[in-house]
């Protein structure tokens, strides 16, 4: 069995260093802090041979370059954003996969938030690694992508097994949920979902990963194809409902 080591990193970021006891290889997903990275490997007794990243923004890749030179790993990275990644030793896109040991970890194109964003799934491991283009209760900013582009790379994730446990990178849940209520009020899975989140941030607890069902029930920008949102919300099609939804967001 895969293990999966989360920490806090940066102000909202948290970090993950995947383990494969088998063959004592470690996977960073991103690296958005270096010296965190490191300090937690090592705490763990577990040797970085891997980064795996996301995108291209500097809270997912700006640890690359040290990481590297202090372990030597190869670096992972979106064939679309790997201009603009340090130390990039293979690009990927959808449909590839990269392997940590014995397991495989299929490339999912989930552009929008940037244009080369990739999620990586382990389908055996009931995981994805979802970076910035899905959050608990949430979704990235389209800061490069299109409205389109971006429902494409959702209904990607949606199509997931529902069992699936989503690692997002960002604790922004909170803030998420406050929204969430706003654009889908009678929601009531979508309620008792808000009062977890208030229980366990007051207790100091993460609310990352989650599983990908409760996000199919709950998360607005995941249900732009549903007629109740897309009747409140307008649109003829799911991507001009999501583009209402995020636009709201950006501004909310």
Same mark, same amino acid.
């Not at 700006?62 to 030597?72: D, L, P, R, S």
């Not at 999620?119 to 055996?124: C, F, G, N, V």
């Given at each position: 069995?895969?293990?999966?080591?989360?920490?806090?990193?940066?102000?909202? #970021?948290?970090? &993950?260093?995947?383990?494969?006891?088998?063959?004592?290889?470690?996977a960073c997903i991103d690296t958005p802090d270096a010296e965190v990275y490191l300090r937690e490997a090592k705490a763990k007794g577990w040797t970085i041979t891997q980064i795996w990243n996301t995108h291209w923004h500097p809270d997912h890749?700006?640890? #690359?370059?040290?990481?590297?030179?202090?372990?030597?790993?190869?670096?992972?990275?979106?064939?679309v954003d790997?201009?603009?990644?340090?130390?990039?030793?293979?690009?990927?896109?959808?449909g590839d996969f990269v392997k940590l040991g014995e397991h495989n970890a299929w490339v999912i194109d989930v552009s929008g938030h940037t244009m080369g964003h990739i999620?990586?799934?382990? +389908?055996?491991s009931g995981m994805a690694f979802v970076g910035d283009s899905v959050f608990a209760l949430g979704c990235g900013r389209m800061f490069e992508g299109t409205a389109p582009q971006f429902w494409d790379s959702l209904s990607r994730i949606k199509?997931?097994?529902?069992?699936?446990?989503?690692?997002?990178a960002h604790e922004y849940t909170k803030a998420n949920a406050k929204f969430a209520l706003y654009a889908d009020p009678d929601n009531e899975a979508l309620r008792?979902?808000?009062?977890?989140?208030?229980?366990?941030r007051?207790?100091?607890? +993460?609310?990352?990963? &989650? +599983?990908?069902?409760?996000?199919?029930?709950? #998360? +607005?920008?995941?249900?732009?194809?549903d007629p109740a949102m897309q009747a409140r919300w307008g649109g003829d099609a799911p991507h001009e409902t999501f583009a209402a939804l995020r636009e709201a967001k950006d501004n909310f």
């Open positions: 069995m895969l293990e999966v080591h989360q920490f806090p990193c940066l102000s909202d #970021n948290y970090g &993950f260093l995947l383990h494969d006891p088998e063959s004592g290889e470690t890749a700006g640890g #690359n370059e040290a990481i590297k030179a202090a372990t030597g790993c190869t670096i992972v990275a979106p064939l790997a201009e603009k990644i340090a130390g990039v030793d293979r690009t990927v896109r959808d999620a990586y799934h382990l +389908p055996e199509r997931l097994p529902a069992d699936t446990t989503l690692y997002c008792a979902y808000a009062e977890e989140i208030d229980t366990k007051a207790a100091g607890e +993460p609310t990352v990963p &989650f +599983p990908l069902e409760r996000e199919l029930e709950t #998360n +607005p920008f995941l249900r732009a194809d």
